[in-house]
């Protein structure tokens, strides 16, 4: 996965900003590892734009920074959708019947949190309904899927487990 860039980097208030967005001549810090970041970003179209680890750190992976990117985004974007009343509208392929379906995400949600202890697991993301029963699972995929285990004990609560795939 060497095409995986640092997308996205604390700025100097703590928001999560990406590279795309950021404004140079500002300071970033990783948001996994904590380290500082310097924005890689021209005019040229050649190269996305994207953040670069200051100093060389062996323990954090663009892979590790683009899944906590994501999954804090998403609950952010879930977050303010539920606050606001608004829909999510989503689709995905069905594994019963090769269809392509589409709904909103939050249609019985009420309120989502980020890695709930679910006893035999931890989902990046949970929605609850309104009893505060979890209703749905979300894992970002970036480098493996969840295990056999997550996905048959979600099956077993009846919570629905969204697999998002950011490769």
């Known amino acids: 996965m060497k095409d995986i860039l640092y997308v996205a980097a604390r700025n100097e208030y703590g928001e999560l ?32 734009p994207h953040f670069a680890h200051k100093k060389l750190v062996s323990n954090c992976t ?7 990117s994501f ?19 989503f689709q995905w392929k069905c594994s ?13 949600a009420a309120t989502v949190e980020v890695e709930c202890d679910l006893q035999d697991c931890r989902p990046d993301l949970v929605l ?15 480098s493996h899927e969840p295990t056999e285990k997550t996905s048959n004990y ?4 009846n919570i629905h487990l969204i697999k998002i795939n950011l490769k």
């Open 154 to 157: 979600l099956a077993s609560q």
């Open 17 to 48: 900003v990406l590279a795309k967005n950021a404004p140079k001549n500002s300071s970033y810090i990783c948001p996994e590892c904590g380290e500082e970041m310097i924005l890689r970003k021209s005019e040229s179209l050649l190269r996305r």
């Open 71 to 89: 999954k804090q985004l998403l609950y952010q974007k879930i977050l303010l959708n539920l606050r606001n009343q608004k829909e999510m509208q």
């Open 128 to 142: 609850f309904d309104p009893s505060h029963k979890p209703i749905g699972a979300i894992e970002i995929i970036v």
């Open 62 to 68: 663009p892979e590790s920074v683009l899944h906590y």
């Open 96 to 108: 019963f019947c090769n269809e392509v379906h589409q709904g909103n995400l939050l249609k019985n």
